[in-house]
């Protein structure tokens, strides 16, 4: 970490030295075809590369690795997109503890995603440092991609459109029609002069994207049982009980009495079947 500090101090002053520039004098940046050096070799300085990164491994305490990270990206001066902090929250236990506590055991797994911007040249130092404190990478991605032909065509289709004479209204079009085709030129140029800017700010600063992660982790606390807590006393469900006991004899002794005509009606019936049973048993005897 300390060499990358000294060389984000000195990289600081150096871009501190440098002249303000123009909005004017930056777009023009924008239609340039001139290199300083020969684009043709394969490793020419002067293309157009766009680096980026992509890291997940874990490390041992999420906070401490992205807050060390996010200082070394500053101090490069890059700048951190977003920085994500979250738990993900896995099996919740309850135990009881004493009589009127419990003990909660939350189990999670805090994570971190970061999307950063640091200058191409110290991404490497960068990616170094963050392998450098993890315990286990599961994987790790390096990307160079060469824009050198989009930013081309970008800025040729822009000179070539400089070259080319005006349209005048004719036959088929009209001065508005003429209006309208310059204005949509125009605004084709606008927008290739944008891509080319973006292009080299990508090439400038690289984009590295980190996922962190750290072993489950155990969140224990003390906390008061409901149950024991909201419970009334013993006095208060001794009379509670015999309050609804005697609502419970109560509501069988309603209920029979509404079943008074299908009593009445299995007292007939057993009258009848004992009367019948009677003179069977006297034609047998008989």
Not at 84 to 95: I, P, S
Not at 255 to 265: D, G, K, S
């Amino acid at each position: 970490m300390l060499p990358l500090l000294v060389l984000a101090a000195c990289q600081s002053a150096q871009y501190n030295g440098e002249p303000s520039k123009t909005a004017g004098a930056y777009e023009v940046q924008a239609d340039s075809t001139k290199f300083a050096n020969d684009i043709t070799a394969l490793n020419s300085p002067s293309r157009k590369r766009v680096r980026t990164a992509d890291v997940r491994c874990r490390v041992n305490n999420v906070f401490k690795a992205a807050s060390a990270l996010e200082q070394v990206v500053t101090g490069l001066n890059g700048i951190v997109v977003e920085s994500h902090l979250q738990n993900e929250f896995g099996v919740l236990k309850e135990v009881s503890y004493t009589t009127d506590s419990l003990k909660r055991i939350q189990l999670y797994t805090p994570t971190a995603n970061l999307t950063l911007r640091v200058p191409a040249a110290s991404l490497d130092s960068v990616v170094h440092a963050l392998t450098g404190m993890a315990a286990f990478i599961d994987y790790r991605t390096l990307k160079e991609q060469d824009k050198t032909w989009d930013y081309l065509t970008n800025a040729l289709k822009n000179k070539e459109m400089d070259v080319v004479s005006s349209v005048k209204p004719g036959k088929d079009s009209t001065l508005l029609d003429v209006m309208a085709y310059q204005d949509r030129k125009k605004e084709y140029a606008v927008d290739r002069k944008i891509m080319n800017l973006a292009i080299l700010d990508d090439v400038n600063y690289a984009t590295f994207t980190v996922q962190l992660f750290q072993p489950q982790v155990a969140d224990v606390q003390v906390v008061v049982n409901p149950e024991q807590v909201t419970r009334a006393g013993f006095g208060t469900e001794l009379l509670t009980a015999l309050r609804n006991g005697a609502d419970a004899f109560r509501s069988v002794v309603l209920f029979l009495l509404q079943l008074w005509p299908f009593l009445i009606l299995l007292g007939v019936g057993w009258y009848g079947y004992r009367k019948m049973q009677g003179r069977y048993m006297v034609k047998s005897v008989k």
